[in-house]
């Protein structure tokens, strides 16, 4: 099966925070994306990469950015914290399948709140 | 630019009752793919069904099935002997068919199964 973890499952920042939010995949996955979910608002697309050292901005970029060094391994970064950013953040992989079927498979997500 | 329109917030259903679930896109593209994503009460998100567009066929998956009406632009659900574990949130998701295209999602719906 394939797995998708996040560092924390429930995080407490104060407003002006670096903050770091870890996602490994274990099935050697191409892609990798970064939503945030909120109520009321669905799922939204914060960054994807498609391949080691390339990122791509999503629909809502601002205040974010992402590292992805090594493959199953994908970063999101919050240079400054906002009380904005309090939400739900879900990473997801996925790779290109034999009919061309990206299926996503997410991580359990992490519940970050900012003080 | 694609949008997916999930118009029930909220939906309750009998157990083993039926029930569906609406969603509609809007995209000017003849080649995509369509899913159904569940998210249960503090769980991880996972796949429900999908469906390829170029396909007349409506996907199916144990009780699970879907109505896929491309002309319309409509994709529901349709969850067949409704079980208490089926209680979670629905998202409706669209992506193109080309490789590393992200999911648009829909807001999702809150499926109560009642006993």
């Known amino acids: 099966d394939v797995k998708v973890t996040q560092s924390s499952r429930y995080l407490v920042k104060r407003t002006g925070e670096k903050v770091f939010l870890e996602c490994v995949q274990d099935m050697d996955h191409e892609n990798m994306f970064w939503y945030r979910q909120d109520p009321g608002l669905g799922l939204r697309l914060i960054y994807f990469s498609y391949d080691v050292k390339m990122k791509e901005k999503g629909d809502i970029p601002e205040g974010y950015s992402v590292s992805r060094e090594k493959k199953e391994r994908f970063s999101l970064i919050l240079e400054s914290a906002s009380t904005n950013q309090t939400s739900m953040y879900l990473c997801a992989s996925s790779v290109l399948g034999r009919e061309n079927t990206d299926t996503q498979y997410f991580g359990p997500g992490t519940r970050l709140t900012v003080l | 630019a694609q949008t997916v329109t999930q118009s029930q917030p909220e939906m309750s259903v009998q157990e083993a009752e039926t029930v569906t679930l609406s969603c509609t896109y809007d995209t000017s593209e003849n080649n995509y793919y369509l899913f159904w994503y569940k998210q249960p009460p503090s769980r991880q998100m996972i796949l429900v069904i999908r469906q390829e567009a170029y396909k007349q066929q409506n996907a199916t998956e144990n009780r699970f099935s879907v109505n896929f009406q491309k002309a319309a632009k409509s994709f529901s659900l349709k969850i067949s002997d409704s079980q208490l574990g089926d209680t979670a949130m629905y998202f409706c998701?669209?992506?193109?068919?080309?490789?590393?295209?992200?999911?648009?999602f829909g807001k999702g719906t809150r499926l109560s199964v009642i006993a």
């Open positions: 998701a669209f992506m193109k068919h080309a490789g590393n295209t992200p999911l648009v």
